[in-house]
């Protein structure tokens, strides 16, 4: 019997997780310069939650949720994105009680069952972030701003800005009724989706992946047309922090997100590296969420990065370092071992990164793997050293060598020796051998 992973599942493993922990590494570092916080909700809700919020007529609520009910009857939803979760907690735990703002951001598994592609999955990591009671546009140019920080530090290039505003429910109706007047001459062409959602909720055909819906919507009524004042300065304000800030952008006053919950300011940012799953973060205001989910009236501003995506974008870019242990303990023999493990144990509880050789290994054979490891130091231990109380050590980057003592090799790595042996420091100025011809050398030394 054979187990695969689920379609459009991943694994992550070295030496691929490194990319992964430094795009983690890099959003706590620059998120937590502009104040946001850590939130963990789980990866589980009541599929009312994904439903009141993203709504009932988009492709995530109609199409893509993995939805089951539990033992006792109740429906049951693998998260979808992160911002109703978000939400949910910050009125269930009353965070709003906090002094204001709330800036929170997070990161793990989302899961949408969409049809697999490169840059889709079913299972998809994202990190997001979500900030709490700020109406004003500052707050939508500072999110903007701290993502083209977090990419500059992972030195992603290439990507466009695109902002929007989609109005709030002043504007929103006339442009709803624009739309609906728009489409009702095609509604033939529309697909069975899009004739169901004419009536209920228009704005969502300007969003169908429908290939003849989405040659029907050239020409449609745009929401920029139809703002308010209090949108439109709001809009205006974003763009002049967006010079004053330096943060590069478009507008794309066609862009429509995907989830019923936004309100003024939606952006994207995309890269065309990335072929057709071109966004790489997306986010937006929902100015009513809060309230909608019991809260008090709350204005709140966030955005999902798809770390799959930036992964792509990291792996066509960069070279990444891959840490390696500081030191393999090589040994021969049954005491030589026992005392590698004693010395291993010391070393790792002052945080060394430390190797041994495993299952009568022949030196030879440790030492190639010292090697493949990239390991910076390779002690020996054999009977000998046993006896003479001292480990000999090689640095593997440059061959040189020495001695040390078994009590104060528990030290080695705090005071990194500079002092080697004539001997080694005529290898040193040999050509790199081969790892063949190196490890022959140690055979030299006795064993
Ligand atoms: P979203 O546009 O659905 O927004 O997703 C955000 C990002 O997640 C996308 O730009 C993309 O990079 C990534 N993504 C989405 N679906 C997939 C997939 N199937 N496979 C791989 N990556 C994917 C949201 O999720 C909102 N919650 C963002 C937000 C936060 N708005 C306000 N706050």
């Given amino acids: 019997m054979k187990y695969s992973a689920l379609k459009g599942a991943q694994d992550i493993y070295p030496p691929d997780v490194y990319i992964w922990q430094t795009i983690e590494n890099a959003a706590k570092e620059v998120f937590s310069a502009y104040g946001f916080q850590e939130i963990r909700a789980p990866i589980i809700e009541y599929t009312d939650i994904f439903i009141r919020s993203i709504g009932e007529t988009t492709d995530i609520v109609e199409k893509e949720m993995y939805t089951f009910s539990d033992k006792a009857g109740r429906s049951i939803t693998l998260r979808p994105e992160g911002t109703a979760p978000v939400v949910r907690s910050y009125v269930e735990n009353h965070l709003y009680n906090l002094p204001s703002p709330q800036k929170f951001f997070y990161s793990g598994a989302m899961f949408r069952y969409e049809r697999p592609q490169a840059g889709r999955y079913r299972q998809f990591f994202q990190i997001g972030a979500e900030a709490f009671g700020i109406s004003e ?75 003849t819906c989405k040659k029907l919507k050239q020409g449609a009524p745009r929401v920029t047309d139809f703002l308010c004042d209090a949108c439109r300065d709001h809009f205006n304000e974003l ?35 990335l072929g057709a799953q071109n966004a790489v973060a997306a986010g937006g205001r929902y100015d009513r969420l809060v ?24 792996k066509s870019s960069a070279k990444q370092d891959i840490p390696a242990p500081q030191v393999f303990i090589a040994t021969i023999g049954v ?31 440790q030492m190639r793997r010292a090697d493949r490891l990239s390991a910076g130091y390779v002690f020996i231990i054999g009977d000998d050293e046993i006896k003479s109380g001292k480990v000999k050590w ?15 090799v528990d030290d080695f790595f705090a005071n990194e020796p500079k002092e080697t042996k004539k001997k080694s420091e005529q290898i040193t100025k040999k050509k790199r051998k081969l790892p063949s011809e190196k490890h022959d050398r140690y055979h030299r030394w006795k064993y």
């Fill in 137 to 211: 546009p500052k707050i939508d140019a500072e999110i903007l701003s701290m993502l083209k920080l977090f990419f500059e530090r992972l030195n992603i290039k290439d990507l466009k800005f695109e902002v929007n505003s989609i109005g709030c429910e002043q504007c929103r109706p006339a442009h709803k009724n624009a739309i609906r007047d728009f489409f009702s001459s095609k509604i033939e062409t529309l697909c069975p989706d899009c004739k169901r959602r004419l009536d209920i909720n228009p704005l969502r055909i300007l969003d169908c992946k429908v290939d």
């Fill in 239 to 273: 763009l002049s922090l967006l010079e004053l800030l330096k943060v590069p952008h478009v507008i794309n006053p066609e862009m429509v997100r995907g989830l019923d919950y936004y309100t003024r300011t939606t952006f994207e940012i995309t890269c065309k590296k």
């Fill in 291 to 314: 309230e909608d989910f019991g809260g008090p009236p709350t204005p709140a501003i966030g955005f999902a990065m798809g770390m799959e995506r930036i992964k792509a974008l990291i």
């Fill in 335 to 365: 005491p030589a071992e026992k005392e590698a493990l004693l010395i291993a144990d010391r070393l790792r509880e002052k945080g060394t990164w430390v190797e041994v050789g495993y299952a009568g290994n022949s030196l030879k054979s």
């Fill in 394 to 408: 090689k640095k593997l980057s440059d061959s040189t060598e020495g001695e040390i003592s078994f009590q104060a």
